[in-house]
């Protein structure tokens, strides 16, 4: 059976590993918390880039809107009447309505029918419809825009509330981790307090004086009686 010297050591021992591995947990808690951190700030780093992106067509999204709302009138008919004569002053409309107008001429030149009704006719309506087509083919443009702008108001926030759910996951690993750090670096001081129990009870196992014996405890078996020869002496 080992003898208490053996026990101590061994005791010793044990709390000594298990300091280690207690300060080992700690190093690997702290380099997992790092390491959930630094996701973190990559997460948001990657979220800010896409949002910086994103971000001149999040911007004309709304103004193509409202350019779409005043040419309606549903800003009021000043913002209207100011949208209609925008596109009707326009470099371009001014150019292809002159060019269809001399189209018209040349072709009624070309038939005698310059002092014709039809050709009046033709030229009255020209223009007009030339406004109304590039009224529509401008609103249609802007619709494109603010559906650019819509698809891409709602990427921004996809990827936010994805670096949102990433977030949230490398926090509770963060927090997994220093829990698990907390809890080992726990470990030497539980196995510390046990040694004195355990140590009692190796004793009483080979039958030896236990803790209340050391201390003068009422609990201390009687002592042995002292052999006949020595008391003999003693008394002589």
């Known amino acids: 059976m080992p003898d208490p010297v053996t026990a101590i050591v061994a005791g010793g021992t044990t709390l000594i590993g ?3 591995q207690s300060r080992a947990a700690g190093q690997a808690a702290q380099a997992q918390a790092g390491a959930a951190q630094a996701g973190i700030g990559e997460q948001a780093r ?9 971000a001149p067509f999040v911007e004309v999204g709304p103004e193509a809107l409202q350019a779409q709302r005043a040419q309606l009138g549903l800003e009021g008919p000043e913002a209207q009447r100011a949208a209609i004569e925008q ?3 326009g470099q371009l409309l001014q150019e292809l309505t002159r060019q269809g107008e001399q189209a018209l ?8 029918g310059l ?25 249609a443009r802007l619709g494109g825009l603010t ?9 921004v926030g996809s990827a936010g509330m994805q670096t949102g759910v990433n977030t949230a996951e490398l926090l509770g690993r963060a927090g997994a981790a220093q829990a698990g750090g907390i809890i080992g670096s726990a470990a030497p001081f539980v196995q510390a307090a046990g040694l004195p129990l355990q140590f009692a009870a190796f004793q009483q196992g080979r039958g030896a004086p236990g803790f209340g014996n050391l201390f003068g405890g009422a609990g201390s078996p009687a ?7 020595l008391g003999g002496w003693m008394e002589g």
Do not use: C, H, K, W
Not at 120 to 138: E, I, K, N, T
């Open 18 to 20: 298990s300091s280690m």
């Open 46 to 54: 990657q979220f800010d880039e896409v949002r910086r992106l994103l």
């Open 87 to 89: 596109i009707a002053g």
């Open 105 to 112: 001429l040349q072709r009624a030149s070309a038939t005698g």
């Open 115 to 139: 002092r014709g009704g039809n050709l009046q006719a033709a030229l009255a309506q020209f223009r007009p419809a030339m406004l109304q087509a590039a009224l529509d083919q401008q609103y």
């Open 147 to 155: 559906t650019l702008g819509q698809q891409s108001a709602a990427g």
């Open 223 to 229: 002592q042995p009686a002292m052999p006949q020869e």
